[in-house]
């Protein structure tokens, strides 16, 4: 298996469990929150996602790529590596710094965030006081993480990202029961914060050299080299959360403020957990990539991570699609039962997104990031006229299917562009795996919309799966990847 290949397993194996915890953390907050309790909690990860995109200055994927060729650069010339450590301090100082003004900003004029969060008059200032407080944490975990992704180390991060997922449920857990969404708020740091420690540890164990960030070797041209990757992470970010809010903002003055608690979960549902196999795995695609075009294979990585992430993604949407209704109880609250059939139209849309963010990370590598950029805005406009035009008259499905549609719509402007950018145009095996994978989906979300009966929409699925699978297996790349990746996941 290639070294993409055995990445992809690790980092899967860490999205399965953090899936998972995430799930007990869903069941938790539904039970004890309620859908309006589930909404404002989406309220305010969404101000810390803000908060975090401003401070840390977009600069992840650009320490992640720059880590790389500086690594590469000194084993070309078998020389010490100071470019790492450089490229590392330089950044990390730079964001700690500008962590602590947007959260002495956010605590300051916490009433004020909370009154355009949620039309409160100020009312929840203490928990955005409480989110702000773990900005400079997460900023600071976030660099580390970089660092990792950029030097290729993949075991300690897994490892550092499954610790903190599964001792942050307890701790959520222990909060919410008592105190409510102001314990969801103090687990929520806690996250932050276990992540943090630990993937400190994992660094000054596997690369000691770099694990503690050095004052005397900031040099602000060395942090700068990730500005224009910064920036365009700053525009995708903001464009993305701000498209969030204005969907959620849209759905309760339509609808409700329980309809909108609906939505964010079965979006979470879709984009969070199953988008937790993408975002882990992107640093390391993103550092390939970098790797791949000295060597001008960058066409032949794209297709071979599109390749691998439909295997294993495909039939996982399948298993969410079919077992929605109960998924949805047992996971949450037979008052989400409505979330299962939203799914039918927004999971279908979140594979297509995994294949076009793919080739988007692949424009962010080769620094086509006034691209990129325009891309994401064109999504996000697509996305939010299209729920305009739907919400009123189909409610929480148009909205579904305005997030489908928009992605569907991106990937083949993404096509166009990185035929022109890249010289980059899918490999026919690449394209027969995406159709094969399209129709799987399709054909199971047409099934669980028409049929009635949970048994039967199991067993057609299953059936859909093992055809797919058994035509699947004649592609001989397919066939390795996924006896190699079984035994790796063992």
């Not at 791949?292 to 969410?320: C, F, H, Q």
């Not at 690449?430 to 929409?457: G, K, N, P, Q």
């Amino acid at each position: 298996m290639s070294s993409l290949g055995r990445a992809l397993a690790g980092f899967m194996s860490s999205s399965l469990f953090g899936s998972a915890t995430q799930v007990v953390k869903g069941k938790v907050s539904t039970v004890f929150l309620g859908a309006a309790g589930v909404g404002v909690y989406n309220q305010l990860t969404l101000f810390y996602n803000l908060a975090m995109t401003l401070s840390s200055l977009g600069l992840r994927n650009g320490v992640t790529r720059n880590v790389a060729a500086a690594e590469a650069a000194a084993e070309q010339d078998q020389s010490v590596n100071e470019g790492v450590l450089r490229q590392f301090s330089s950044a990390f100082l730079l964001v700690a710094a500008m962590s602590l003004v947007v959260s002495a900003a956010s605590i300051v004029a916490s009433r004020q965030v909370s009154h355009l969060l949620f039309d409160d008059g100020g009312e929840r200032w203490r928990l955005i006081i409480v989110i702000g407080l773990a900005v400079p944490i997460g900023v600071a975990g976030v660099i580390y993480q970089a660092l990792l992704n950029g030097l290729r180390i993949v075991g300690p991060l897994v490892k550092a990202r499954m610790i903190a997922d599964g001792s942050s449920v307890v701790v959520f857990a222990a909060l919410v029961v008592p105190f409510g969404i102001v314990g969801a708020a103090f687990g929520f740091v806690f996250l932050q914060l276990a992540f943090l420690l630990l993937v400190v540890r994992a660094t000054w164990t596997v690369a000691p050299s770099f694990a503690v960030p050095r004052v005397e070797v900031f040099q602000f041209a060395e942090a700068k080299k990730s500005f224009p990757f910064g920036a365009h992470s700053i525009v995708v970010g903001v464009t993305g959360i701000g498209a969030s809010l204005f969907i959620s903002r849209l759905i309760i003055s339509t609808l409700d403020l329980e309809a909108n608690g609906h939505f964010v979960v079965a979006v979470k549902i879709a984009t969070v957990y199953l988008g937790g196999l993408y975002a882990a795995a992107s640093g390391y695609f993103l550092s390939s990539v970098v790797k791949a075009a000295s060597d001008k294979t960058v066409g032949k990585t794209i297709d071979e991570a599109i390749r691998l992430y439909l295997a294993v993604v495909a039939p996982i949407i399948v298993v969410l699609m079919a077992s929605g209704e109960i998924l949805v109880i047992l996971f949450f609250s037979s008052d989400f039962l409505p979330v299962s059939v939203i799914l039918l139209l927004l999971l279908p849309g979140d594979s297509v997104r995994l294949v076009a963010e793919t080739i988007g990370q692949a424009l962010i590598a080769q620094k086509k990031l006034l691209s990129s950029s325009i891309v994401f805005a064109l999504w996000a406009a697509a996305y939010c006229a299209g729920a305009i035009l739907l919400l009123p008259e189909f409610g929480l499905l148009g909205v579904a299917v305005a997030y489908s549609a928009s992605q569907l719509l991106v990937l083949g402007v993404l096509l166009v562009v990185s035929k022109r950018l890249l010289d980059y145009t899918p490999c026919l095996q690449t394209v027969v795996t995406f159709l094969r994978a399209m129709l799987l989906v399709t054909s199971a979300s047409a099934a669980c919309w028409y049929i009635d009966s949970f048994i039967l929409e199991m067993l057609i699925c299953a059936a859909f799966i093992l055809v797919w699978g058994a035509v699947s297996m004649r592609d001989s790349f397919f066939a390795t990847a996924m006896t190699k990746l079984w035994h790796v996941l063992r």
